[in-house]
């Protein structure tokens, strides 16, 4: 059973950057054959798609982000990483991972001054 659990959220300065992690555990082969996703949810908002990485390495985000989010794998550690840069105010929200159909718990992001 495919499990996963994010890490490195917590409080950054508008502008500031974030990297998350999000470990794959369960004994599945690594995320190279999955497609992978990031999402986030705002405090009363719908939960919305961030990043997404497909097995062959392209790599997907919404006009929101584009530009300023990345998302990324360690195979060898069954990792999937998304780095958030020039982080604004209104991202401030829970970021889950997903492997279709897994989420994890998800890391809470804050960003304020």
């Known amino acids: 059973q495919v499990r996963l659990v994010e890490s490195g959220g917590g409080l950054v300065q508008p502008g500031g950057s974030l990297r998350l992690a999000c470990t794959l555990s369960?004994?599945?082969?690594?995320?190279?054959?999955?497609?992978m996703r990031w999402f986030r949810q705002k405090p009363g908002k719908e939960r919305e798609w961030v990043a997404q990485m497909l097995p062959g390495g392209a790599t997907y985000y919404p006009d929101a982000v584009k530009g300023r989010f990345a998302i990324s794998r360690d195979n060898a550690n069954n990792k999937i990483f998304v780095q958030m840069n020039s982080l604004k105010p209104g991202a401030t929200a829970v970021y889950y991972c997903?492997?279709?159909?897994?989420w994890g718990p998800g890391t809470k992001v804050t960003v304020s001054s």
């Open positions: 997903a492997i279709n159909p897994t």
């Open positions: 369960g004994g599945a082969s690594m995320a190279s054959s999955f497609v």
